[in-house]
């Protein structure tokens, strides 16, 4: 079974469910990681790099198929996840931004099948699925897994022995 056949069954396996996607920006090819839970998203999230976080974008929804389309998509926004079968680096995202009319979804999931977009592999129905949902904000926040302890006990002893010291020359200043 090749990776995407592996990603492929687990991507159907979370069809109609909440997830989290992290993807590139649109029309920009790059890795597609979808997650079935907020502490999954997380748990990649500390690994990516601060400067490449502008390339990328969070979505928080409802993963379906690109086969389906449902009659209104509402006042979401849509996402349509093309997948690279071959090469997990050059799949695509695109965003349709609310509201968002049922023919311009399957415009654009032509077009990727058309391969009008010039993408860099061959898109089919069966890799291309739709998220209806939001981008969530990317912030920076520190690692909880780096807070060092022991660390924090060394510094709190050369703070406290700094303190000391200060106060000591205060007081001798002041006696002189």
């Not at 920006?25 to 502490?39: A, N, Q, R, T, W």
């Not at 998509?73 to 968002?100: H, R, T, W």
């Not at 699925?129 to 060092?148: H, Q």
């Amino acid at each position: 079974m090749s990776a995407f056949d592996e990603k492929h069954k687990i991507l159907k396996s979370i069809l109609y469910n909440e997830v989290f996607v992290v993807c590139p920006m649109d029309y920009e090819e790059g890795e597609i990681h979808v997650f079935e839970s907020l502490e999954g998203l997380l748990q990649y999230m500390k690994c990516v790099p601060v400067d490449s976080s502008g390339e990328i974008r969070v979505l928080n929804g409802f993963l379906t198929p690109a086969s389906v389309l449902p009659s209104t998509a509402g006042k979401q926004n849509v996402y349509i996840l093309s997948f690279n079968k071959d090469n997990d680096m050059e799949s695509m995202s695109l965003c349709i931004e609310a509201p968002v009319d049922i023919e311009k979804i399957v415009e654009e999931v032509k077009d990727i099948v058309n391969d009008s977009y010039g993408v860099t592999f061959e898109p089919d129905i069966e890799t291309i699925f739709i998220l209806y949902g939001y981008p969530m904000s990317i912030v920076l926040a520190p690692d909880d897994d780096d807070m060092d302890e022991e660390a924090l006990e060394e510094c709190e002893k050369i703070s406290t022995e700094v303190k000391e010291i200060f106060v000591r020359n205060v007081i001798h200043k002041m006696e002189d």
